[in-house]
């Protein structure tokens, strides 16, 4: 039995010993001299090599980054700083893959916070940030956007800042719907040196058009809410949601038309509000809620609720408050002499409350 264990023990080592021993061989060697250059604010150039002397076998590897696979050295690509960014380039031969190697690109300081950017009409982007303690006074935004995915426009500086007291706080961007990516660049100086921070921005994924404005206009027994399209992308990428009351009921109806068909009933006040939301189909965003709409007179039982009742009760109250005071002797017998007792009453709250208090409480 032991001389068999020991026959096998011996298999089983040699057989994982020649299997990482093929492995050493045949896995590719990992490329070297990883260097970036960068081509302008946004985008840049990754190149790699071979190490010297490797085997002539290893001569026509591709290359693997970022899900591309290349048989050249270089990759040039366009990258938003916010958060770092990690590069890593494998060699691949005989569907055998290197080792990766690894340039990371670490965050940059933070001088501002929560940029974003949406697109509210057919050609400008709205952009805004908010300071961090660490904002420098004399921060600039540039930006180029492509409108390929390979090639970036030259870099331009925002025309008109908005400001309020703390400085600068965003800034309307003129972009084409064409355009795929715009890429930003907030810098400035802290401690005397030149920090920047970068992002990117997808038009088509952050629509935010101002809300429609509702029309309504009474159609024989109907009312006919119409609106228009927002002045962005196609008709067909838009949905609307309404939400509207009739007298007191709240109703809500979806619809991709710009005008919509609801029964009406004379006795009630319509309110109606709108949001636009932009399809998924074409990208994501919405608009807020319109100003609400209001067509009819509020119906008379909410103006018997808003008016009559307050002030049948006040009446009431009035009444009731003579009646009790003429009658406030036989409610309630005749109080010792506020002296000592009042001031015990005031002392200790456990004890009952005064009879004047207590005509309060009533109400
Ligand atoms: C990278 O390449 C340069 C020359 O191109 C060379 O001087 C340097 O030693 C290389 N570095 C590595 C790690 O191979
Ligand atoms: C880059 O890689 C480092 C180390 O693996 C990791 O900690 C970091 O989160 C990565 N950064 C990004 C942006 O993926
Ligand atoms: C919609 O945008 C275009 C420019 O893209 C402009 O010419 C047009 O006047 C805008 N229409 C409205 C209603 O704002
Ligand atoms: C842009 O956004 C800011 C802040 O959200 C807002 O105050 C301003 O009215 C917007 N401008 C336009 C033209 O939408
Ligand atoms: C992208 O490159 C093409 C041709 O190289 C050029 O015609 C186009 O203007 C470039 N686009 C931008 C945004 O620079
Ligand atoms: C970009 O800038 C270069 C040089 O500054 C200029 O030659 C080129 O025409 C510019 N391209 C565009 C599209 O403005
Ligand atoms: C900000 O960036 C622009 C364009 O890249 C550059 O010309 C300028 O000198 C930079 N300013 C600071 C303070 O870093
Ligand atoms: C600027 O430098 C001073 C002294 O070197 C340091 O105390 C301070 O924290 C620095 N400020 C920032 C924003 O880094
Ligand atoms: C509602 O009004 C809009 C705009 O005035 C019009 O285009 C639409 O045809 C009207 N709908 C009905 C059912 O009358
Ligand atoms: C619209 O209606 C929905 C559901 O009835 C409600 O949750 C939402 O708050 C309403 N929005 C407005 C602006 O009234
Ligand atoms: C819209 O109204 C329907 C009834 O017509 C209701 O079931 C639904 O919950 C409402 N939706 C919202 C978001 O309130």
């Known amino acids: ?52 002397n490797v085997d002539e076998n290893w001569k026509n590897c591709k290359y693997l980054i970022s899900d591309d696979r290349l048989s050249d050295t270089r990759y040039e690509t366009c990258v938003s700083l916010e958060g770092g960014v990690n590069f890593s380039v494998q060699t691949q031969c005989n569907g055998m893959q290197s080792q990766p190697v690894v340039h990371t690109i670490a965050a940059p300081r933070e001088l501002v916070k929560d940029f974003h950017c949406f ?19 004399d921060i600039h935004l540039y930006y180029a956007y492509s409108e390929t995915e390979i090639n970036v426009s030259n870099t331009s500086e925002c025309r008109s800042y908005r400001r309020n007291v703390g400085g600068k706080t965003g800034c309307l961007v003129r ?72 007298c007191q009921e709240s109703l809500n109806k979806t619809t991709k038309s710009n005008s919509e068909t609801i029964p009406y009933d004379p006795r009630c006040q319509y309110r109606v509000q709108i949001k636009a939301v932009y399809s998924s189909n074409c990208g994501e965003g919405e608009s807020d809620w319109s100003g609400v709409e209001i067509y009819g007179e509020e119906d008379w039982f909410s103006k018997v609720i808003a008016i009559v009742i307050p002030a049948t009760l006040f009446l009431f109250v009035i009444l009731f408050l003579c009646c009790f ?31 004047s208090l207590t005509v309060e409480e009533y109400f």
Not at 20 to 44: D, G, H, M, R, Y
Not at 336 to 341: G, K, V
Request: net charge positive; aromatic share 10%; with cysteine.
């Open 1 to 52: 039995m032991g001389t068999t264990l020991n026959c096998w023990e011996l298999v089983v080592t040699y057989y994982l010993i020649s299997l990482v021993a093929v492995q050493t061989i045949i896995e590719p060697p990992s490329p070297v001299n990883l260097t970036i250059s960068w081509k302008n604010e946004f985008c840049l150039e990754l190149s790699w090599r071979l190490p010297e």
């Open 325 to 355: 005071m003429k009658h406030k002797e036989k409610i309630f017998p005749k109080i010792p002499q506020p002296s000592m007792t009042y001031k015990d009453t005031l002392n200790s709250s456990k004890e009952p409350k005064i009879p």
């Open 175 to 246: 972009v084409d719907f064409r355009t795929l990516k715009v890429y930003f660049q907030v810098n400035g100086t802290v401690n005397g040196s030149s920090l920047r921070n970068t992002f990117k921005v997808i038009p088509k994924d952050n629509v935010k058009p101002p809300a429609p404005k509702v029309k309504i206009t009474k159609k024989e027994n109907n009312l006919n809410l119409s609106w228009n399209h927002p002045n962005i992308s196609k008709s067909h990428c838009w949905n609307y949601k309404l939400n509207y009351s009739r």
């Open 119 to 137: 697109y509210y009409s057919s050609n400008a982007l709205n952009c805004s940030w908010l300071p961090t303690n660490q904002s420098p006074e």
